[in-house]
């Protein structure tokens, strides 16, 4: 077998997240809230009352699609937004009760893919890329 090459990882990871995207937008193919709009429930879910300037760069989105993804997610009632006033252009956004929900039915989801594409791994293996995984994340996404 040929010896592996740190480098791959970014590879790795992208391949991954492919497989995983594909097969959770299947299961999510006529929920209301799919692909890239479910990513900013999964922020919000983890950092509640973020900005939409913050929303867009944790999301790596661009500031129109997520002022529009914003926008269809308090259609569906999944999030809100709390203005100081009604001319106020800064406000922060919030997950709502359904929204909650939404997040939870999404990650039970989620935890059922990741199950089945690592199948091959130990529990200690997935216990350590875990750990390394909040490394990365709390060095890309600290706030």
Excluded: H
Excluded at 20 to 36: T, Y
Excluded at 44 to 54: A, C, F, H, P, R
Excluded at 96 to 116: F, H, L, M, Q
């Amino acid at each position: 077998m040929q010896e592996f090459k740190i480098e791959l990882i970014p590879l790795l990871m992208g391949k991954v997240d492919k497989e995983f995207k594909s097969r959770l937008n299947e299961k999510l193919k006529d929920a209301p809230a799919k692909g890239k709009d479910v990513v900013y429930l999964l922020i919000l879910n983890s950092y509640d009352g973020l900005t939409l300037k913050e929303l867009t760069t944790l999301s790596n989105f661009d500031k129109g699609y997520t002022t529009s993804a914003i926008k269809k997610l308090c259609e569906l009632g999944f999030v809100f937004c709390d203005k100081k006033s009604d001319d106020s252009r800064k406000f922060s956004i919030y997950l709502t009760s359904d929204g909650k929900k939404y997040v939870d039915y999404v990650n039970e989801e989620a935890t059922k893919i990741r199950k089945e594409i690592f199948s091959f791994l130990t529990e200690e293996e997935i216990q350590t890329m875990n750990q390394i995984a909040i490394k990365i994340g709390n060095y890309f996404w600290r706030k």
